[in-house]
């Protein structure tokens, strides 16, 4: 199977396709990336010998170019979206067009060439905020963010593709995703990266957030399983099954790198923040077997454990 991946280069893309050419040598893998402040190259270095890799840089919205780069490729798993929430509430228009008109120009090339497969990556945020249990695949969508408008958006269009022209399109939606090569613009890296420089870390409102924890080779592992087994027109649910306050969180990565509470900042809450998102995985693990592997407070160690050991990736990518 040869697979087109967009956005490959980010941080959940470029963790799919080192552990997919790892796991098969005859594997072979394009990545299609625009190379913008969160796709790097370097998170690739490990595989960029691999005889089965090809990287294009390329704009998802750029229909000219899709069309070139598809051509040839047996599925794609569609990674390519901005995905920071504070963003898109300063800024929304770089959201829908990369998210909603993006998404609708590959979906138009995977059905020029009769792609076999297509993999929407989507987020638990499309649901908006839930006080008790957790979202099912059947939820419709009520988002709060611009971001998370513009990925159900996406999503909607996905598997309108598939109601309409019967392409395969099959959905994914995950929880919070954590681990190494995350920009250091996400909770867990922004606070460990400033933590290990003796910075002061800005916690939202009283930090009674809570989200659901998943460590990135998790979620890659979930997608494997659909993008092979998943029923066309589906939505899946990827969840780490480790519900977290902000709070909480905020604690634990103080006490791993040895700092206190004195280097927090409260800070005023972000506009329209969900108080909980939570997931119900029973479809995936039922239909595709699917369970987390990485206990999250070992995954959360191990992922402090690299910052601390990197500081030459993330250095360079910090803002003023």
């Given at each position: 199977m040869r ?5 490959g280069?980010g941080?959940?893309g470029s963790?799919f ?6 796991a ?19 998170n690739l ?10 990287f ?8 000219a ?18 995905s920071?929430?504070?963003?898109s509430?300063?800024?929304?228009a770089?959201f ?6 993006g ?11 009769r792609?076999?497969r297509?993999v929407?990556?989507s ?5 908006g905020?839930?006080a008790d249990?957790?979202w099912r695949?059947?939820?419709?969508p ?9 990925k159900?958006?996406?999503d909607?269009l996905?598997?309108?593709?598939h ?13 919070n ?11 867990i890296p ?6 290990l ?5 800005p916690?939202?409102g009283d930090?009674?957030n ?5 460590h990135?080779s998790?979620?890659?592992r979930?997608i ?20 977290v306050?902000?709070r909480e969180?905020?604690?634990l ?11 927090v ?5 972000r ?15 039922t239909?595709?077997g ?6 999250f407070?070992d ?13 030459s990736w993330w250095?360079?990518?910090r803002?003023?």
């Amino acid at each position: 199977m040869r697979i087109l991946v967009t956005g490959g280069a980010g941080f959940i893309g470029s963790e799919f396709v080192r552990s997919h050419l790892a796991a098969d040598p005859a594997a072979r893998v394009t990545v299609f990336d625009k190379l913008t402040y969160c796709g790097l190259l370097a998170n690739l270095d490990p595989i960029a010998g691999h005889p089965g890799y090809t990287f294009v840089q390329g704009d998802v919205c750029d229909p000219a170019a899709v069309d070139t780069v598809m051509a040839g490729h047996d599925a794609v798993v569609h990674f390519a979206a901005e995905s920071h929430v504070d963003r898109s509430i300063d800024s929304a228009a770089p959201f829908v067009r990369t998210n909603v008109l993006g998404t609708q120009v590959l979906l138009d090339a995977a059905l020029r060439h009769r792609i076999g497969r297509f993999v929407q990556v989507s987020t638990d945020e499309v649901y908006g905020s839930i006080a008790d249990g957790s979202w099912r695949e059947s939820q419709p969508p009520a988002p709060t963010s611009p971001y998370a408008a513009s990925k159900a958006g996406a999503d909607l269009l996905a598997l309108a593709y598939h109601r309409t022209h019967g392409l395969d399109v099959v959905v994914t939606r995950c929880s919070n995703n954590y681990g190494p090569y995350q920009f250091p613009e996400k909770v867990i890296p922004l606070f460990t990266t400033r933590l290990l420089e003796g910075r002061r870390v800005p916690l939202y409102g009283d930090g009674r957030n809570v989200r659901d924890w998943l460590h990135v080779s998790d979620h890659c592992r979930g997608i494997e399983l659909v993008l092979r087994g998943g029923r066309a027109g589906e939505v899946y649910h990827i969840g780490g099954g480790t519900e977290v306050s902000n709070r909480e969180l905020t604690g634990l990565l103080l006490a791993a790198v040895g700092a206190g509470w004195e280097l927090v900042e409260r800070v005023a809450d972000r506009k329209g923040h969900d108080l909980r998102y939570a997931l119900d995985t029973g479809k995936i693990r039922t239909e595709l077997g699917y369970r987390p592997q990485v206990d999250f407070a070992d995954g959360l160690a191990r992922t402090v454990a690299w910052y601390r050991e990197h500081r030459s990736w993330w250095e360079p990518l910090r803002r003023p």
